[in-house]
């Protein structure tokens, strides 16, 4: 399996260790022996790895690099926590019937990807043209995997702009719960629209950074979302995913660890993330942190 762990050091090891998540996402793997696949990170049951599909699950996870061998042979609950939150028992039902439908075989994993030519090299310009043609798709690419967040929200604003988040509505429509309506509010049904944009908390979180009046569009259309005069146009599409991060974070406060709905800490968690956020920036752009910092001020 594919860890990129070891004794190694130096600027090439790591330069491979930050390409591992971006490889994952461009390649598939079909199962043979499950040796060498990542349970979690690899794309083997479908366009979406486990561990983005079934984030509550993986939180549970005692070994976030289990292969596939280990879960189909020992059982996926040999890796988990002793006590799951009700959210991550209703995925782990879900992931069970998934892997019930698994057989593995002699042969070892082969892995594929779709940007390779016919020697197995890697084409860039496939690549590129993939990331630039028109449509729908592109513009969710481009405005998810441009942006400077952290590899973990960029994987939450990918399901998000692709309708895909694991909210209340998706999972009744699954059949998995028995409704739909919001935790938080208890009012509407929780779609991710109602989650991110018009649930009682984000309502006024938005009102607080000054998108009060504003036109707010679907949040699978986010790049359509207008930016007030007091937020700078640089980096505006990482600060937006980072605030619908942090609104869903909340929300698993609220709804996993019976904290109250409280405007005060998600400003104050989305504050923390822009500060760590801008260890990453350049310096000529750490002003921004400043600025970010700012808003998220409880006044």
Known sequence: ??????????????????????????????????????????????????GVQFPCLLSHSTNKDVSVQQIIQLGISYNLTARLSSQATLELTEVQQLLASITLTQQPDRRTC?????????NTGAIYRASTYSGVSSRIYNYVWTSRAPTRVRFFGWLLLRGRLQCRA????????????????????????????????????????????????????????PRPPTIPPKHFNTMLLLCCWNIWNHRHDVVFRHQQPSLRRLLAACKEAARLWGCRLRQRDRHLVDVWCQMFVMH
């Open 1 to 50: 399996m594919i860890t990129m762990k070891g004794p190694a050091d130096g600027n090439h090891w790591e330069g491979l260790q930050a390409l591992l998540p971006a490889y994952r996402c461009i390649t598939s793997v079909q199962v043979g022996d499950g040796a060498s696949t990542s349970s979690w990170w690899d794309s083997w049951l479908g366009a979406f790895t486990l």
């Open 114 to 122: 779709k940007f390779a030519d016919t020697t197995s090299k890697l």
């Open 170 to 225: 998706n999972l009744y429509y699954k059949h998995v719960l028995d409704d739909d309506i919001c935790e938080l509010c208890r009012q509407q049904p929780e779609t991710s629209d109602h989650l991110i944009f018009h649930c009682t908390v984000a309502k006024e979180f938005w009102n607080h950074l000054g998108f009060q009046g504003l036109p707010l569009p679907s949040v699978q259309q986010l790049w359509d979302m």
